[in-house]
């Protein structure tokens, strides 16, 4: 069974750090393309970054570019998000994502809250 775990959420200062993580299991993880998606309050869901499953190929969102890095161990089976220079606009909440054989997996999302 496919499952996702996020853990590292929690409140920071504005230009604080945090890193983010998502233990996978069920599934090669070295195969599959791992993504951190985020929702704000009132917002749509979006996609912060994508990483393939070698980690050779990083995408991010336009906002997080230079700030946010996602990263993975496939030896852990863990695709970590460090977040520097933190933003009140980057509250949200954290999920991590994956599609395998066609099937779309959610963790249960951890939330991230910038504030002073």
């Known amino acids: 069974q496919v499952q996702v775990v996020e853990r590292g959420g929690g409140l920071v200062q504005p230009g604080g750090s945090l890193r983010l993580s998502c233990a996978a299991s069920?599934?090669?993880?070295?195969?599959?393309?791992m993504n951190w998606y985020r929702q704000a309050p009132g917002k749509e869901r979006e996609l912060v970054a994508t990483?393939?499953?070698?980690?050779?190929?990083?995408k991010y969102l336009d906002s997080v570019k230079g700030r946010f890095t996602i990263s993975r161990d496939n030896a852990e089976n863990t695709v970590y998000l460090q977040m520097n220079s933190l933003k009140p606009e980057d509250t949200a909440v954290y999920y991590c994502?994956?599609?395998?054989?066609?099937?779309?997996?959610w963790g249960q999302g951890t939330q991230v809250t910038v504030s002073s």
């Open positions: 994502n994956t599609v395998v054989r066609q099937t779309i997996y």
């Open positions: 069920g599934f090669t993880f070295s195969l599959y393309a």
């Open positions: 990483i393939s499953g070698g980690g050779e190929v990083t």
